[in-house]
């Protein structure tokens, strides 16, 4: 979990090769996988071309909060289901957890691990321009991501991937025991 632009991503996708390199099948699945599916069917019904991996960060927030008003589990409930079609014995990884009073709760009772990767607000907004999304939503004032409890913290404020891959390593053998 941490604000857009922290490299919640990049660290998913350099664990889940570290997970490979060990012996061991992963899986990322989103808890916002139904807000980006709606985000672009929007574009493509309002005939507004868009990227499928560029993101209008106001929407999906604006997406987020009429579903969760209109039904709080729903992003939580439609992850469940994905996840209750992995295999046995893979390891399921999420980078997008946002919501401290639904989803958090219910991901801790599901047996996940937390992993709050921070960086510099300064850092983030020039990851951010440099991935060209469609708008930028402040995390900071939006969401209350401290009142989520995380196991481990990660310093993701330089660049290059070596230290993410190091991150990686130590996560492993400190909580996988690869």
Aim: charged share 25%.
């Amino acid at each position: 979990m941490g604000e857009t632009g922290s490299g919640k991503s990049t660290t998913a996708a350099v664990l889940t090769e570290s997970l490979a390199a060990a012996g061991h099948r992963s899986q990322v699945i989103g808890l916002a996988a139904l807000l980006h599916d709606l985000q672009n069917r929007l574009y493509h019904e309002i005939a507004e071309p868009k990227p499928s991996d560029q993101q209008d960060q106001q929407l999906m927030l604006d997406l987020a909060r009429h579903i969760r008003r209109i039904r709080p589990t729903a992003l939580v409930e439609r992850f469940e289901q994905s996840l209750a079609a992995v295999p046995a014995g893979t390891v399921v990884i999420n980078a997008d957890l946002r919501d401290h009073v639904v989803d958090a709760p219910r991901l801790r009772e599901l047996g996940f691990y937390f992993i709050r990767v921070r960086c510099d607000r300064s850092v983030r907004h020039q990851r951010l321009r440099a991935r060209n999304d469609l708008s930028i939503v402040d995390d900071e004032q939006v969401f209350q991501l401290d009142n989520i409890g995380w196991d481990v913290e990660f310093d993701n404020n330089r660049d290059g991937i070596e230290h993410v891959r190091e991150f990686c390593a130590e996560l492993l053998t400190g909580v996988l025991c690869c």
